[in-house]
Antibody, heavy 123, light 108 residues
Framework: EVQLVESGGGLVKPGGSLRLSCAAS????????MSWVRQAPGKGLEWVGR??????????DYAAPVKGRFGISRDDSRNMLYLQMNSLKSEDSAVYFC??????????????WGQGTMVTVSS | SYVLTQPPSVSVAPGQTARITCGGN??????VHWYQQKPGQAPVLVVY???DRPSGIPERISGSNSGNTATLTISRVEVGDEADYYC???????????FGGGTKLTVL
């Protein structure tokens, strides 16, 4: 079964840091471009960033609101994706989804979603 | 930055046809994907590359894209179709993914 399972969410103070993890299974992870998408409470979907495969350069791109504060990395040996979040702000509070376009890598048609993990930034 | 505009809400009676639009500058030149999200659940891809359906998505759900508007059409609407729907594209100029603001479909 194709699956993405996020973990690591929680309550953090403004200015703090948090690292989210995403465990992938059921597909060839090292061939997958991986993304993070977030959704603030009662709001719409917002793309956070994407990490290419190492064979495609292994580079990451980020949405403007998180550029310079967030970093995406991967461990293909463990089928894990990570989102390092620094200098957190209240507006970063959201459910964070790990996603991939497994059927057509690089198409950004996200056919696989995790269940999401909640991040709350509050003092 | 590229902007996708969706109506906040669409209402339709059961058995009728719902059309949800997604507006963007020359969006017809881009590949549009659509997602359905029910309360408390992760989104589900229902249409990709303008008009293709993933396996398991009923033929009642279809997409089109031309000019400045992409459209998700749901025929013979059922109560179970009530959800939020989002369009999405990859903006190749800025190399970022853009989501529309979402449309809440209400089945009257």
């Amino acid at each position: 079964e194709v699956q993405l399972v996020e973990s690591g969410g929680g309550l953090v103070k403004p200015g703090g840091s948090l690292r989210l993890s995403c465990a992938a299974s059921g597909f060839t992870f090292n061939n997958a471009w991986m993304s993070w998408v977030r959704q603030a409470p009662g709001k719409g979907l917002e793309w956070v960033g994407r990490l290419k495969t190492y064979s495609d350069g292994g580079t990451a791109d980020y949405a403007a609101p998180v550029k310079g504060r967030f970093g995406i990395s991967r461990d293909d040996s463990r089928n894990m994706l990570y989102l390092q979040m620094n200098s957190l702000k209240s507006e970063d509070s959201a459910v964070y989804f790990c996603v991939t376009d497994e059927a057509s890598s690089g198409s950004f048609a996200f056919d696989i979603w995790g269940q999401g993990t909640m991040v709350t930034v509050s003092s | 930055s590229y902007v996708l505009t969706q109506p906040p809400s669409v209402s339709v009676a059961p058995g009728q046809t719902a059309r949800i639009t997604c507006g963007g500058n020359n969006i017809g030149s881009k590949s549009v994907h659509w997602y359905q999200q029910k309360p408390g659940q992760a989104p589900v891809l229902v249409v990709y590359d303008d008009d293709d359906r993933p396996s398991g998505i009923p033929e009642r759900i279809s997409g089109s894209n031309s000019g400045n508007t992409a459209t998700l059409t749901i025929s013979r609407v059922e109560v179970g179709d009530e959800a939020d729907y989002y369009c999405e594209i990859w903006d190749n100029y800025s190399d970022v993914v853009v989501f529309g603001g979402g449309t809440k479909l209400t089945v009257l």
